[in-house]
DNA sequence: GGTAAGATCAGC
DNA sequence: CTGATCTTACCA
């Protein structure tokens, strides 16, 4: 299945790892394993979509620490979200895992959904990404590097898309200016079609 | 100390 | 469109 991406390959700024990061593999430690079709960045005290952008709190301590750990967090009091951490220790940089295409152990992941649910329902969405993996906070800060705690991203040898499709994140506020989301142009498994730019409606 | 908003998702 | 209901920021 490939090695462990090193280390230095998150120690980077993250709108370079994420696209690189796309048509990796993400697995998880009972062998369910992703293809990571659609990321975004976050870009600490220059971004104020990050959660970094106030400095570090309780919950946001991983991803101010070493690049290539997973940075998981509760959102909405329901879901979990999965982050891979980036540059340098202290900038609070990291990448948003936000769709992956089920490619192992897809009776586990069926299960961990619940439901009868379509293929493309699976992972289509960071919420439902962690749920299909089984990631929670139990697995914040582990090493995607040393593997420490079954949680890694696998180079099987598929590049990154030459061209990936590149738009504003989804589900913010602000930074919205940034196109700092990518994902595999006509993967099914994406979470969001491309945004076509506003109809303009004035005469 | 209270309140609102949020890197979401499923079910009406 | 709404509810679920955790974390944080911000205001009093």
């Known amino acids: 299945m490939g090695p462990p991406l090193p280390r230095s390959f998150y120690a980077r700024d993250p709108r370079i790892v994420a696209p690189e990061l796309l048509n990796k593999l993400i697995v998880v430690a009972d062998g369910r394993a992703g293809r990571i079709v659609e990321v975004e960045a976050y870009c600490g005290s220059e971004d104020p979509a990050a959660h970094t952008y106030r ?47 089920p490619v192992q152990r897809l009776e586990a992941i069926q299960e961990a959904r619940g439901l009868p649910r379509r293929a493309v329902d699976l992972g289509n969405g960071p919420g439902k990404l962690a749920q299909a993996l089984g990631i929670t906070g139990e697995l914040n800060g582990a090493d995607l590097v040393t593997v420490d705690r079954g949680v890694w991203v696998a180079d099987d040898g598929i590049p990154p898309p030459a061209k990936p499709a590149t738009t504003p994140r989804v589900g913010i506020s602000k930074g919205r200016e940034h196109p700092w989301r990518w994902h595999v142009l006509g993967n099914p498994y994406v979470s969001r079609a491309p945004r076509l730019p506003p109809a303009n409606l004035t005469p």
Do not use: P
């Open 55 to 101: 400095g570090k709190t309780a919950r946001n301590a991983t991803m101010f620490g070493e690049a290539g750990h997973l940075y998981v967090y509760f959102s909405y009091g329901i879901h979990w979200c999965a982050n891979t951490v980036c540059g340098e220790v202290g900038q609070g940089f990291g990448v948003l895992l936000r769709a992956i295409e």
